[in-house]
């Protein structure tokens, strides 16, 4: 989807029959405009809808794990995946200093990086 200069990638299911996916490609084509291919195509995401957080029992010890050194090549790129998100508004400031986890990059398809993090 998208222009030459500009593609959008989308995925659709080979279990769907032929006539029904043509219909799907016509419909997401005819309405690209609606969905969100990056974080700044997502302006005002309201975090009382969906906002993740680390929840605490007084009774579990703070953990902070270990630093992990990364490749540099990795590093780079988990860099900039946290300031676009950070600069969409997507990440704030840790309010649990006292649990630390590492970042555990995952390759995606296309080279850059999906964020993980194994609490």
Request: net charge positive.
């Amino acid at each position: 989807m998208g222009e030459e200069d500009e593609e959008k990638e989308v995925k659709i299911g080979t279990n769907m029959i032929e006539q029904t996916r043509e219909k799907l490609r016509t419909l997401l084509k005819e309405f690209k405009d609606v969905f969100a291919w990056s974080y700044q195509d997502m302006p005002g995401l309201d975090s009382d809808i969906v906002q993740h957080r680390l929840p605490l029992k007084p009774e579990c010890p703070p953990i902070k794990q270990k630093l992990r050194r990364m490749k540099p090549i990795v590093s780079f790129n988990i860099k900039e995946e946290v300031e676009k998100q950070f600069n969409a508004g997507f990440l704030t400031v840790a309010k649990y200093p006292q649990w630390v986890a590492n970042v555990v990059p995952v390759p995606k398809k296309n080279g850059k990086v999906r964020m993980c993090v194994d609490y």
